[in-house]
């Protein structure tokens, strides 16, 4: 049976949207969003303020991203007073895959996601060091 990390990675082809990317490459937001990309993924930023980051498109909300929201496994990387409504908005769209990376997530966070049957994985390391490189990495 699959770990929840390589069901998060299950195809080469899975799109990915990192909320909480940032501009600014010491934060982690941006952190993973370079790692995404530069392991061969299909990354979008997601952050209300700006409209680049990394040369990508942002999109401002997980509502607004290209395509459909339900196609996309989500990364957290947000204060954990704003996780629930990113998770609220998760599923809304239809989004049942989420990775909250470390030190992002919340009772009431978790609680919500378990009760309308979002795939979480929280508690742990990052993607920054258990992520599954794709075999698209660029080396």
Known sequence: MPSPVQEFFSSPTQKFAVVGASSNRAKFGNKV??????????????????????????????????????????????????????????HKNGITS???????????????????GIKLIYGGPCVLVIGIPSSRAKL
């Open 98 to 116: 989420v990775w909250l990376q470390p030190d992002v997530d919340s009772p009431e966070a978790i609680a919500f996601a378990k009760e309308k």
């Open 33 to 90: 969003l370079r790692w995404y990309v530069d392991n061969g993924y299909t990354a979008v930023p997601v952050n209300p303020k700006e409209k680049t980051i990394e040369s990508l498109d942002v999109a401002h909300n997980l509502s607004s991203l290209p395509g459909n929201p339900a196609d996309y496994h989500v990364s957290v990387i947000t204060p954990p007073a704003v996780t629930k409504s990113v998770l609220e908005e998760a």
